[in-house]
């Protein structure tokens, strides 16, 4: 669906039954999609919907990412089980393959980064490149500076700023390694509301949140 300004809704496309949409890059008009009971994810355009390219099996939906023609993508390794990223590229270039311990969430900071969540909730940038990792903000750090609030296992970034949530609140994290607290769910919607999913795209955020009564979706603008 395509929404204007004016919150009117119209089709694009119709998926066929059983896919559902896990990711989008906008930029480049394209979609990833997941096969529900098989498992099966591609990469389509999101105007044909033809495949672009077929992806090997992930139970993690938020451990796949879309973006500047490439996926990466969390997973354990096929043969050995460790915990790596593998880096896909829709142009033909070989698949990077980079090992990693003790990362549960990533996102494309930009087109030569991605950024980690530790389970200790360690933000670092990982450069799928040359596979330096540096780090940002410790985990220990961002409680300190979150009231010793839990930020969710998951993590967002884009135009250089980073965000994570709670069923409260969104908070981001700048290039200068500053953190605001920029949205209070409870308090912008109403107390029965906890924030569900939260996904960044050029100037917007997407904010998926329950209430008590039903689900909604709301874009923001930053």
Same mark, same amino acid.
Request: aromatic share 6%.
């Given at each position: 669906?395509?929404?204007?300004?004016?919150?009117?809704?119209?089709?694009?496309?119709?998926?066929?039954?059983?896919? &559902?949409?896990?990711?989008?890059?906008?930029? /480049?008009?394209? +979609?990833? #999609? =997941?096969?529900?009971? /098989?498992?099966?994810?591609? #990469? *389509?355009?999101?105007?044909?919907?033809?495949? %672009?390219?077929?992806?090997?099996?992930?139970?993690?939906?938020?451990? $796949? *990412?879309?973006?500047?023609?490439?996926?990466?993508?969390?997973?354990?390794?096929?043969?050995?089980?460790?915990?790596?990223?593998?880096?896909?590229?829709?142009?033909?270039?070989?698949?990077?393959?980079?090992?990693?311990?003790?990362?549960?969430?990533?996102?494309?900071?930009?087109?030569?980064?991605?950024?980690?969540?530790?389970?200790?909730?360690? +933000?670092?940038?990982?450069?799928?490149? $040359?596979?330096? #990792?540096?780090?940002? +903000? &410790?985990?220990?750090?961002?409680?300190? *500076? $979150?009231?010793?609030?839990?930020?969710?296992?998951? +993590? $967002?970034?884009? /135009?250089?700023?980073?965000?994570?949530?709670?069923?409260?609140?969104?908070?981001?994290?700048?290039?200068?390694?500053?953190?605001?607290?920029?949205?209070?769910? =409870?308090?912008?919607? /109403?107390?029965?509301?906890?924030?569900?999913?939260?996904?960044?795209?050029?100037?917007?955020? %997407?904010?998926?949140?329950?209430?008590?009564?039903?689900?909604?979706?709301?874009?923001?603008?930053?």
């Amino acid at each position: 669906m395509h929404i204007d300004s004016s919150h009117r809704y119209s089709p694009i496309a119709a998926l066929s039954s059983g896919y &559902s949409i896990i990711d989008s890059d906008p930029s /480049n008009q394209q +979609i990833l #999609v =997941k096969h529900v009971a /098989n498992k099966q994810t591609e #990469v *389509r355009d999101w105007k044909s919907l033809d495949v %672009l390219i077929t992806l090997s099996d992930n139970e993690q939906n938020g451990g $796949t *990412r879309l973006g500047g023609n490439k996926v990466a993508q969390l997973r354990a390794h096929k043969v050995t089980d460790d915990k790596i990223i593998e880096v896909t590229f829709l142009n033909g270039k070989n698949n990077k393959i980079i090992t990693v311990d003790d990362i549960v969430s990533i996102d494309w900071y930009d087109d030569h980064h991605l950024v980690t969540l530790s389970s200790n909730r360690n +933000i670092s940038l990982l450069n799928i490149e $040359t596979a330096q #990792v540096t780090p940002l +903000i &410790s985990g220990s750090e961002l409680a300190n *500076r $979150t009231n010793e609030v839990k930020v969710r296992p998951t +993590i $967002t970034a884009s /135009n250089g700023a980073i965000y994570l949530y709670n069923r409260q609140y969104v908070y981001k994290l700048d290039a200068n390694q500053q953190i605001t607290t920029i949205l209070d769910i =409870k308090a912008s919607v /109403n107390a029965e509301s906890s924030i569900y999913y939260l996904d960044a795209h050029a100037d917007k955020l %997407l904010i998926s949140y329950l209430t008590r009564y039903h689900n909604e979706i709301k874009l923001y603008h930053r």
